[in-house]
């Protein structure tokens, strides 16, 4: 076997960096949160305990952390079926060229480059002088999908970039519509893709901070809610929140994958059936 050459370590060395960089902090908060019961925001720690975690769990004297969590919670939700729906839409219309495709194409990126805080800001003020309620279920809703649908729609033109379309031909050949072709053989092929769509139209809403501070109206998202408790909780119990939504964004992250992984099995199960039937 021959020996690394020294580049290699001095890669590895940078890409260990590049990891305590990124995670570090991240890192640093969990291992605060379990500090004892007397402990403070820094090192050193004063005991090892779960007290935090479960103070999160009793009545807090500032903050609606848990009221936070259930609009974060429903926020991404529906931002998650807003961003695939209007995804799959976007993509299936531009398979073909239409008057305007292109100047629709860099409006969307644009939504991308613009400072969040200048949309935020100017979704507020359309909502304010149209005399509609500033609300997180609205105009943070709103704003969210600035940021969310770019996302999706990119995926969404790679994926049908790359499609068969002798699938479709297949199926209109044997008397499908094009509502049964797009239900029972597009959908099906794309549904890893769509998976990954939900997963970032979830994730980019559920911890989106920006966008959301001038439209969320009078009731905190959660990371509005976290931001709100840097200012006047100085107990671990801070560290403990972020740890617990980490670990729930970590959750998410599984679930999605192991959702897509399995709709990827099911598709290539669907397709050696297929081959044994026609043989």
């Known amino acids: 076997m021959e020996p690394r ?6 890669l590895a060395a940078f890409f260990c960096l590049f990891l305590l960089f990124l995670y570090g902090p991240t890192l640093t908060i969990g291992i605060l949160s379990f500090q004892g019961p007397n402990g403070g925001l ?19 004297a500032v903050g609606d952390i848990w009221g936070s969590f259930a609009r974060s919670l429903v926020l991404g939700l529906m931002v998650m079926v807003t961003t695939v729906v209007v995804s799959v839409m976007g993509g299936l219309a531009f398979r073909k060229r ?30 304010s002088q149209l005399g509609l309620t500033v609300h997180w279920a609205t ?22 970039n790359r499609f068969d379309k002798s699938y479709e031909e297949a199926a209109r050949d044997q008397g499908a519509t094009a509502w049964q072709t797009l239900r029972h ?32 109206g ?8 976290i931001y709100g408790m840097t200012t006047n909780v100085t107990s671990p119990v801070l560290y403990a929140l972020g740890t ?26 669907a397709g050696s059936d297929a081959g044994k039937g026609m043989i």
Not at 48 to 60: A, R, Y
Not at 218 to 225: F, Q, V, W
Not at 255 to 265: D, E, N, P, S
């Open 244 to 269: 617990l939504t980490t670990v729930f964004s970590l959750f998410i992250i599984a679930v999605f994958l192991l959702t897509a992984r399995i709709a990827t099995r099911r598709r290539s199960r």
């Open 185 to 216: 053989v597009v959908i099906p092929i794309i549904a890893p893709s769509l998976i990954g769509v939900a997963l970032f139209g979830f994730t980019l809403s559920y911890d989106e901070f920006a966008r959301t501070l001038l439209t969320a």
């Open 98 to 127: 239409f008057a305007g495709s292109n100047v629709v194409f860099y409006l969307i990126i644009t939504a991308l480059v613009i400072p969040s805080i200048l949309i935020s800001l100017g979704v507020g003020l359309i909502f």
């Open 218 to 225: 009078s009731y905190n998202t959660l990371p509005l809610e």
């Open 42 to 60: 820094t090192f050193p720690m004063n005991g090892v305990s779960t007290h935090w975690f479960f103070n999160l769990f009793e009545q807090q």
């Open 139 to 160: 105009s943070g809703f709103g704003a969210q999908l600035t940021w969310t649908l770019p996302f999706g729609l990119l995926i969404m033109f790679a994926v049908f």
């Open 5 to 10: 050459p020294r580049s290699f370590y001095v």
